[in-house]
């Protein structure tokens, strides 16, 4: 899931500066990364 996530950022903040004004997009990709961080490097639990 983690490595499906991560390419995901980049295409997400090139939509959001597409619809959207840039000064949200740091609290928006922000949650996203909270997730991907969630999932630590794979070897098991979750990042602290």
Same mark, same amino acid.
């Given at each position: 899931? +983690?490595? *499906?996530?991560?390419?995901?950022?980049?295409?997400?903040?090139?939509?959001?500066?597409? +619809?959207?004004? /840039?000064? *949200?997009?740091?609290?928006?990709?922000?949650?996203?990364?909270?997730?991907?961080?969630?999932?630590?490097?794979?070897? *098991?639990? /979750?990042?602290?």
């Amino acid at each position: 899931m +983690r490595a *499906g996530l991560a390419p995901l950022i980049d295409a997400y903040k090139e939509v959001w500066l597409a +619809r959207s004004r /840039p000064g *949200g997009l740091p609290d928006s990709v922000a949650h996203i990364e909270r997730t991907l961080a969630s999932y630590g490097d794979g070897g *098991g639990a /979750p990042a602290a």
